[in-house]
């Protein structure tokens, strides 16, 4: 006994010594990662309101939503459109071109035509000029309203959040095109 109580001592110690020196370690190396930063002086975060149509062009010689997957079944399930489509100040497509609603949807309800919406919405207009803002939500398309979560951003739209509602302006049933107003509550900084 007299000869094992310094040995139990002394390995326990060189446990402890080691395990503190990888916690020690471990928090420095946390420590070094990660710096809070301190603003000069407080931003204030804004809250925008703005209106596009959103045109979704299945026909003609330049669609600008194309079916990238099809769907095994009859109901549609499963298909996805890659959209590159087109947002404009008016109704019309040939009004004032703001940006683009890049992304892909996808036919993800067995019950009725509702779409996962996954886009970015990308802006080539004066000081928006490259700011984009992401939009991903469920658009259940024959309800009159459908709102779906902002849940980022870049440039002027730096930390955003808020919900898009879409509205059906119209939808030729024949060619499947559609113009959608969107209107937009975002806030950022
Ligand atoms: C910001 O302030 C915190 C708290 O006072 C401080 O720990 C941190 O180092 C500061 N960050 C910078 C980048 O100066
Ligand atoms: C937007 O930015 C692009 C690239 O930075 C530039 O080529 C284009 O002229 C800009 N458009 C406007 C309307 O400022």
Same mark, same amino acid.
């Given at each position: 006994m007299a000869t094992t109580l310094p040995n139990s001592f002394f390995s326990t110690l060189v446990v402890?010594? *080691?395990?503190?020196? #990888? *916690? %020690?370690r471990a928090t420095g190396e946390a420590d070094d990662f990660l710096v809070e930063l301190n603003?000069? =002086?407080? +931003?204030?975060e804004k809250l925008s309101h703005f209106r596009v149509y959103w045109h979704d062009i299945m026909s003609g010689r330049n669609? !600008?939503? #194309?079916q990238i997957v099809k769907s095994p079944t009859? &109901?549609?399930?499963g298909t996805v459109n890659m959209i590159d489509n087109p947002l404009t100040l008016g109704p019309e497509l040939s009004s004032k071109l703001v940006g683009k609603a890049q992304g892909f949807y996808a036919l993800a309800s067995q019950g009725e035509v509702g779409l996962l919406m996954t886009m970015n919405f990308v802006f080539i207009e004066g000081k928006y000029?490259?700011?984009?803002? !992401?939009? *991903?939500g469920r658009n259940a398309v024959f309800n009159k309203v459908r709102e779906m979560p902002v849940i980022g951003g870049s440039g002027l739209f730096r930390f955003a959040r808020g919900y898009v509602q879409a509205r059906t302006? !119209?939808? &030729?049933? =024949?060619?499947g095109d559609a113009t #959608?107003? %969107?209107?937009?509550? +975002?806030m950022h900084y």
């Open positions: 402890f010594v *080691l395990v503190a020196s #990888i *916690l %020690y603003q000069s =002086k407080p +931003v204030r669609p !600008t939503s #194309i009859s &109901d549609g399930f000029n490259g700011s984009t803002f !992401t939009v *991903l302006h !119209t939808f &030729d049933l =024949k060619t #959608i107003e %969107y209107n937009v509550y +975002v």
